[in-house]
């Protein structure tokens, strides 16, 4: 039976990637990469057909039972983790060592034009090192609005970042998840390309809080504010420095780049429409307003 292993299956992606697994399964097996299996299993108590394997993107000595016999390798970059080469050389080195040949990397929109980011040399080392690969290039999360940037919303009904009036383009997780394990099951098909997953909607911050306020009847509001003022906020509410640095840049270079590309990718490979902002709010409406409930 194939095996396919996902790593980050806890996380945003991985969860939807594994609930897309599953679900689209016929005969795969389905291995969640982990580091505290027995916690794992109380997130996934109700997705059967899911194995468990403890691995750690920082220890080494992890990689090859959790490698062992495996197909097809979901890879991603935990957001704390940029250190390319001291720890996913050895990652992939290691896969290579225990005949893993194909990985579907979670990457990012305009990766290969950015040499700075840890994704672009991610891609690079897996060319390198000759996997086949599929690159999924996901443009901007429509869940941060409901993970790193939800404390403030529910505190004090507004979103600050240093973004002034660049546009994002905006994807809902479960919209990756799907195309991703569309791409995990038709690998031979699609391997060794790049696909940008988008959603359909370019909109900057003041155009999606003016949505927010309409869909919840809440007023909230948005504040752009210099890079420098933005890092030291996050550092002075406890963010780790290289995670500040990433929300600063994230929010900040965008100002300077042109307006994201909109690609069909997502409704090519899966027949569908891609989650549109004002779906994803109503859909997140309790989650964005819980202080009030
Ligand atoms: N946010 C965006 O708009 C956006 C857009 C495009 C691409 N991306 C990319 O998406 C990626 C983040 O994905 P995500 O949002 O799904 O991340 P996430 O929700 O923060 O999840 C990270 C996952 O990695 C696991 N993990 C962390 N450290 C680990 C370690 N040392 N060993 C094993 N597992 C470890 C976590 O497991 P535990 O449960 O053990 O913590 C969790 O499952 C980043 O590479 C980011 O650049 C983000």
Not at 212 to 234: A, D, L, V
Not at 241 to 256: D, E, I, K, Y
Request: aromatic share 10%; charged share 25%; proline share 4%.
């Amino acid at each position: 039976m194939k095996q396919i292993l996902v790593t980050g299956a806890t996380g945003n992606i991985g969860l939807e990637v594994v609930h897309y697994l599953n679900a689209l399964n016929s005969d795969c097996e389905i291995i969640a990469a982990v580091r505290h299996v027995a916690d794992a299993k109380q997130i996934f108590t109700d997705t059967v057909n899911l194995q468990f394997r403890q691995f750690d993107f920082e220890n080494p000595e992890t990689l090859s039972a959790a490698f062992h016999l495996v197909d097809v390798l979901f890879l991603l970059r935990p957001p704390q983790i940029s250190e390319v080469d001291k720890f996913f050389r050895p990652l992939l080195v290691a896969a290579k060592a225990n005949c893993i040949r194909n990985v579907v990397f979670l990457s990012v929109q305009g990766a290969e034009k950015s040499k700075v980011i840890p994704h672009n040399k991610i891609e690079n080392l897996i060319q390198e090192l000759e996997f086949n690969y599929i690159f999924v290039r996901s443009s901007y999360f429509m869940q941060n609005l409901t993970t790193t940037l939800l404390p403030e919303i529910v505190k004090d009904k507004r979103i600050t970042l240093p973004s002034g009036k660049a546009k994002f383009n905006w994807i809902d997780v479960k919209n990756i998840g799907e195309a991703t394990a569309y791409l995990i099951f038709n690998f031979a098909k699609y391997q060794n390309r790049s696909f940008e997953i988008t959603g359909t909607e370019n909109k900057n911050f003041a155009e999606v809080v003016k949505l927010m306020s309409e869909i919840t009847g809440e007023t909230i509001s948005f504040q752009s504010i210099n890079p420098i003022s933005f890092y030291f906020k996050k550092r002075k509410e406890g963010m780790a420095s290289g995670f500040a640095v990433v929300m600063t840049t994230l929010h900040f270079l965008p100002r300077f780049q042109k307006e994201p590309d909109i690609s069909d990718h997502y409704q090519k490979l899966t027949g569908k429409k891609p989650t549109s902002i004002r779906e994803f709010i109503a859909r997140e409406k309790e989650k964005i307003t819980a202080s009030q409930q």
